[in-house]
């Protein structure tokens, strides 16, 4: 890619003048991809959007700034509006420092960016990362100040669904005439940049991805079939699914060192999920989740000796202020349990919760050498939906009363009549997020930090002998 740059793009040089980019590449954001026959990751992909189609979507890297000496080309496609981009970067030598550069010659290139591909798997090896769900726009300021003040320390962020809060932008001030939806999304994204370019981006599916279902989308039959059915997640993003065989960006699974990481969709794809059939909108019809989840997990477990610890991330929480999820209780928690998941995290509901190790509502008052699952709720990193920082929401403590199990979209909790308190800590109110480091094979340590102040709020260590 030739051309200069020009305030924080490259403008292709045209009729031997310097030309200001047409289309600059905006939204640039990076995930783990590809896979080698030992199963480690070893690729990484590297996305944007602009405004129109361009001739070329094109990414120069290599180990050196100064010496972008590698090329990859990749697809575009649009689903409205915009165009959506993604390179992968294939056969990336690993744990190494890379640089690079996206777009167009004609329309625009980007500053230099640079990312560390994944290191190979190793038993003792370490990794940190931050966790979170239902980050939006409004509110969200906290949470991406103390991501922007840290994600150098991270090798990865993992979001766990409701990203942007798009589908609520007409209760926002200015919007509630207009169609803001996709300009919602794009301000998300575009604020995100300086750190998800960088570091990368794992995202699952949750119930604010699934569709507009604005007055400007529901009375208009074009935005109406585009924005459905989590059509902008799925082209807005690219997860490592082709290589671990899942599907779309609902559902997928990576490795980085000692870790195997599972990402799920907890709102269409099993019996009862709240959006199995529908939201406002039909949605759903994605295949068949459970049967991947049981032989992924299978083989998971059965490479313990290169990848001891096994996390699943998704939207929605099992376990909440002494209540159970029943219908996702019944889809998964046999095999968390079969194949030993050591951490489940969650969003949707929007608070923290650090649960004792639990099964079939049962907790163990321990985090060491126990074989259940520990479920870890950070859906409070900030949204429109909050009531501001440091402001208790006064919601039922009692989710077995939410609301109509029988309507689309709400979760069908029931009562835990098991004996035990299944929760350890809670947070209520407060914008917070959750950081995860795996020290070894042996031990993880948790922390939660609320983040307006960055204050570490609560931690724990898990031991475990796999």
Known sequence: VVGVVVGGVVGGAVGGGVALPIDPPQQIHIAFAGKDSNGNSNGMT?????????????????????????????SCSTYYATYDHHVV???????????????????????????TSAPLSSKDGTVDFA????????????????????????????????????DDAFIHWGCDTKFCYEDTYNEYMNDMQEIVANTPYMVTPGNHEAECHSPACLLDDDRKEALRNFTAYNHR?????????????????????????VSLDTDTAFPGAPEEHQYVLPCGGFGDMLTWLKNDLEQANNERSLRPWIFVASHHPMYHDGSINKPLQDAVEKMFMEYGVDMYFSGHVHSYERD???????????YVNTTKTVHILVGGAGNDEMDGDQVVEQEDSDPSKWGDSAVPGVDKWVKNNQAGTVAADTDKGFFGIGVVHVLNSTTVHFEYYRTTLQEKMDEVYIVKQH
């Open 131 to 166: 966790v979170w769900g239902d980050l939006g726009v409004i509110h969200g300021e906290s949470t991406r100040q103390f991501l922007d003040d840290h994600h150098k320390e991270f090798d990865l962020l993992w979001h766990a669904g409701d990203i942007s809060y798009a």
């Open 46 to 74: 590297v996305s944007w959007q602009t405004l129109n189609a361009t001739e070329t979507s094109v990414v120069e890297y290599g180990t050196n700034s100064s010496n972008l000496n590698l090329s990859a080309n990749g």
């Open 356 to 366: 004792w190790p639990v099964y079939d509502g049962v907790p163990d008052n321990t």
């Open 237 to 261: 993003f690219r997860m490592p699914s082709p290589e671990s065989g899942g599907v779309l960006n609902m559902w997928h699974s990576f490795n980085y060192g000692p870790v195997h990481f």
């Open 89 to 115: 970067l294939q056969n990336l030598i690993p744990d190494t420092e890379y640089f690079y550069r996206v777009g167009d010659k004609f329309a625009g290139v980007s500053k230099i960016y640079k990312f």
